[in-house]
């Protein structure tokens, strides 16, 4: 029995695509985000970092989709990367972007590792053992950014304040 002969199985696959298209949409965000920082060499590092972990990530859920007999869904795919665009020209125009950048991309990593938890999850229950592996390493370096990403609250915020105080461009 195929796995999409199952509705669990049917709403797995559906949990696979919607990853690959969650994954376009935090290509789309860094991707514009480390086109404008000037200020931030470090975060620009890791972002550039975790953008190429995400492209691995994107290459794995397609691996697994393909497993199935199936490809990600390309309307998804297009509806995410344009709320990505979006949601990194909203923040663009604050004063404080890099703050308001730095709290989305923590809670952007949230969701992730919680899409990564589940889909671990229903594999296990359909019995595409095959995946695991893939999907946990996804989820390991969703949950090595967003503890990255943690650690550096602080020391960004006090670098856009010292920054700000000095006069110098801090938002980015």
Do not use: C
Request: no cysteine.
């Amino acid at each position: 029995m195929a796995i999409n002969d199952t509705e669990s199985g049917s709403l797995y696959l559906t949990g696979l695509r919607n990853a690959h298209a969650l994954e376009g949409e935090a290509l789309q965000i860094m991707g514009r985000q480390v086109e404008r920082l000037t200020s931030y060499p470090e975060l620009e590092a890791r972002l550039r970092q975790h953008i190429d972990e995400t492209k691995g990530q994107q290459q794995r859920l397609v691996k697994i989709l393909e497993s199935h007999g199936t490809d990600s869904s390309a309307i998804k795919d297009a509806v995410q990367a344009v709320m990505g665009n979006m949601a990194a020209i909203g923040h663009s125009m604050a004063g404080d972007e890099i703050l308001k950048n730095s709290f989305a991309n923590y809670a952007f990593e949230s969701f992730e590792i919680a899409a990564y938890k589940s889909l671990i999850t229903m594999a296990e229950r359909v019995g595409d053992h095959a995946a695991i592996d893939a999907l946990r390493q996804n989820l390991d370096e969703e949950v090595a950014m967003q503890e990255w990403l943690e650690t550096q609250i602080e020391p960004t915020t006090l670098r856009f304040l010292s920054l700000a105080d000095q006069g110098q461009q801090a938002k980015i």
